[in-house]
């Protein structure tokens, strides 16, 4: 499976929710539909397979021992026993376990199985070794399940440095491996399926993982598959040419680059493509806080980062008629539970209807906290070995996976095809931009996208935009004339022939923009690669409706003009009692950076995050708060600097009936860049009018926090909050020079009785 050195770019923009199901929940085991004497159809077959569980880290596992050359490091020996199934941890594999994955509804099981320790010098599978793997495979097999039996972890002869010349010293020994397991298995019918290799790749190159373009090895991987199946189909036996062969690319991966280099065999309609997919990778697996890990919640950005790679999947493949299988897939184990069963949610609802097996990666590791050597990265045990009882704080997961899979209202491919639209042609729209090549890697250097040339929401309604290109698919990008308020969307639609992606800008934009439509003044084409653009036409958008998903996402915009060395950023949320949120502060500097911060709110559902400046890079004079987790009950209602031992800080509250402050009391919560605070109220009756404003910005005759909030937000938003003129004059308590950031903190510091009296004395400093 994927390991932590992995490190792919992705790109984000919308946020899924789910609730998590009880972990008694009773649910009706799935079965085996076909029959045995019908010759089922490859997609018949993935259908039949719906869900799967990996007997990961067993039949795999392979012996070490230390390097002589480095003793730190440990190396495979060249030839071991039976003793293997159990070296990496796992109990051996019983037909308990088997009857509880039936049981429960699994339907697929994936027998990973490491063969080069089990051979003699002619490459000969050792009689014992493959009777054992035979008893195993006849575990599920004879339960009625789907087995998939393949060459896994295949070192030194198949991962290994020069795999991009290493075609002719592979093919022998991989074809004559898999003459035997295709020989001992030959009267097994459709329910045994064949998967050529695991995560074919350069290991120990620094491309093992990731390259751009590693066409020589996919080279050599292609023409391997291709004698595999060859060499399949000309065998004997009653399901050799129907039997379903699985053919990953490189590393298996379910990167776009990759899968665009495979090349399936032809005449061949019983084949599928192997595709792992541990994705978001920040969110399922990596460690890395500083590549972008992150595992509390289920954020919007890890939710389009799903969306986009599942979509890639159907539109290459299912949409082509070439069924695909997700052969390893899951989620570590972070003690974040309820974030896994939304993302296991959206995973299975999306590959259901896509029509996309999927085989959910178990290792045996069961979370253990006390021990401080578990690769936390890499905790993806779901049941016991040897009771086949399923570990409780896992079956949340499981119980999902069922609930979706049982669920009539989700059909099983019902979105396995592209939608089909008309479009005007190009030449009858109006063309916004022509020829710009944008690559990812230039991103610190705005080069990852096209010049924010200007438009207005009255050019884009009732249209779509159209672009051609080459390369990567673009995402679409509209902002403010200050390039804030930036929102990203995916094309609707692609027509892959002519190299052409649509977006219908007249629904996405509204559902993606969190600002007054009126204000959108760029709009601008991103790479999550590399991407040549030959032009950007706006054209009639077609009669249609899509489903659009709204991004919830709450942004409020942060002036840091005031902030000082040494300051904390102090914000200020109200929500429901006890609550969970989070999100992040953005900002421009090497390309678009986040400062993430978490909480949970009192028991009057207020929230104080402080967030060290040292975080934010020198300089910075604007951001951008988010809330991403439960935005529809909180509300980010102040913000403010100060020293973290000495700051009083204010909590504004949405209500303009309710007014709120804090003490200088703070309790630390989960986050160490995080704290609440016990709150008071305060009031007062606005003072006379002097030269200045008395504070009074809504004009009921008090002054309070719910006067601080209406200038925040007329700030923020001045076309829903607009100020008329007796209330911009109230407003201005500060310097008399038209309302700002500086008269909001001048009342708070009036209300605390920091200062006596208003407008301020000229010359006081505030903030």
């Given amino acids: 499976m994927f390991k932590n050195s992995m490190n792919v770019k992705r790109f984000v923009s919308i946020s899924a929710a789910a609730a998590c199901i009880l972990s008694s929940l009773r649910i009706a085991p799935l079965s085996v539909s076909d029959a045995a004497d019908k010759t089922m159809t490859a997609f018949e077959i993935t259908e039949n397979m719906k869900v799967g569980w990996n ?83 006849d575990y599920a097999y004879k339960n009625d399940m789907y087995v998939i039996l393949n060459v896994h972890h295949e070192e030194g002869w198949i991962n290994r440095p020069d795999l991009a010349t290493a075609y002719d010293d592979i093919k022998p020994r991989l074809m004559k491996l898999w003459e035997q ?72 991966s379910s990167d776009k680059t990759f899968l665009n280099q495979i090349v399936l065999p032809e005449n ?56 695909v299988v997700i052969g390893e897939m899951g989620t570590s184990d972070f003690g974040n539970t309820q974030a896994r069963v939304e993302w296991t949610t959206q995973y299975f609802e999306t590959t259901k209807k896509y029509g996309i097996p999927c085989v959910l990666w178990d290792n045996g590791q069961k979370k253990d906290a006390s021990d401080p050597t578990q690769n936390p990265g890499e905790v993806h045990g779901y049941i016991d070995r040897e009771t086949g009882e399923w570990f409780e704080n896992n079956l949340p997961i499981i119980n999902k996976m069922m609930e979706i899979m049982n669920d009539k209202d989700i059909v099983w491919g019902s979105e396995g095809k592209m939608p089909t639209y008309d479009h005007d042609d190009l030449s009858t729209g109006k063309v916004f931009l ?14 990852n996208s096209t010049p924010g040339k ?167 004079t604007s951001g951008e708060c988010q ?49 609440t605070s016990e709150t008071t109220t305060a009031t007062t009756t606005a003072p006379e009018n002097k030269k200045g404003g008395n504070g009074d910005a809504n004009q009921d005759g008090q002054v309070d926090m719910s006067d601080v909030v209406l200038i925040m937000q007329s700030l923020a938003n001045p076309n829903k909050y607009k100020l008329d003129e007796k209330a911009s004059a109230a407003a201005d308590v500060y310097e008399n020079n038209g309302v700002t950031t500086q008269d909001a903190l001048a009342i708070q510091m009036y209300l605390l009785k920091l200062v006596t009296e208003l407008p301020v004395p000229a010359g006081t400093v505030v903030g």
């Avoid at 987790?629 to 209500?655: C, H, M, Q, R, W």
């Fill in 268 to 323: 061949d309609d019983f084949l599928a493509v192997s595709i792992h997919a541990y994705t978001p990778y920040n969110f399922t697996m990596n460690t890395d806080e500083a590549s972008g890990a992150y595992h509390d919640t289920f954020t919007k950005e890890f939710s389009n980062d799903l969306a986009y790679n599942l979509q890639n999947f159907r539109d290459m493949f299912i949409n082509k008629d070439v069924p």
């Fill in 55 to 137: 007997l990961g880290n067993t039949l795999d596992a392979y012996a070490q021992e230390p390097d002589p050359n480095n003793p730190k490091t440990y190396i495979p020996v060249a030839s071991a026993g039976l003793e293997t199934e159990t070296c990496w941890g796992c109990a051996k594999a019983n037909e308990t376990l088997f009857k509880s994955l039936k049981a429960k509804g699994f339907n697929t099981v994936r027998i990973p199985t490491t063969w080069f320790q089990h051979l003699d010098e002619n490459d000969n599978i050792d009689p014992e070794w493959l009777a054992r793997v035979h008893q195993v495979v």
């Fill in 454 to 620: 200007e438009i207005s929401w009255d050019d884009l309604k009732g249209k779509e935009v159209a672009i051609k290109y080459t390369g990567d698919q673009p995402i679409l990008a509209v902002s403010d004339k200050d390039y804030k308020n930036w929102s990203e969307m995916a094309a609707y639609t692609v027509d892959e022939e002519k190299g052409i992606a649509y977006y219908l800008v007249d629904q996405q934009v509204p559902a993606a923009y969190s600002a007054d439509l009126s204000t959108l003044n760029h709009m601008q084409a991103r790479t999550p690669g590399k991407t040549n653009i030959e032009k950007i036409v706006i054209l009639n958008a077609p009669d249609v409706k899509i489903d659009v998903k709204v991004d919830k996402t709450k942004k409020y915009q942060i002036d840091f003009a005031n902030a000082q060395a040494g300051d904390d950023l102090i914000l200020t949320f109200k929500g429901d009692a006890s609550t969970d949120t989070n999100g992040a502060v953005g900002y421009n500097g090497e390309g678009w950076q986040e400062v993430k911060w978490e909480g949970k709110s009192d028991a009057n559902g207020d929230l104080v995050v402080r967030i060290p400046m040292s975080k934010f890079a020198d300089g910075i």
């Fill in 627 to 675: 809330i991403w987790y439960n935005p529809e009950v909180f509300e980010l209602t102040g913000y403010n600097f100060g020293k973290a031992d000495t700051e009083t800080t204010t909590t504004i509250t949405t209500s303009v009936t309710t007014t709120t402050t804090t003490s200088t009391t703070t309790t630390t919560v989960t986050s160490s860049d995080t704290t």
């Fill in 181 to 252: 397991i295709a020989t001992e298995f030959k009267d097994y019918d459709q329910h045994l399926i064949f998967e050529c290799m695991n995560e074919p790749r350069a290991k120990g190159t620094d491309h093992e993982w990731w390259y751009a373009k590693p066409v020589a090895e996919a080279d050599v991987i292609n023409k391997l598959e291709a004698d595999f199946v060859k060499l399949i189909r000309g065998m004997d036996g009653p399901y050799a040419k129907t039997r379903l062969l699985m053919l990953p690319g490189y590393v298996a």
């Fill in 434 to 447: 022509e020829n710009a090549e944008i690559d990812v890697a230039k991103e610190k250097e705005y080069g």
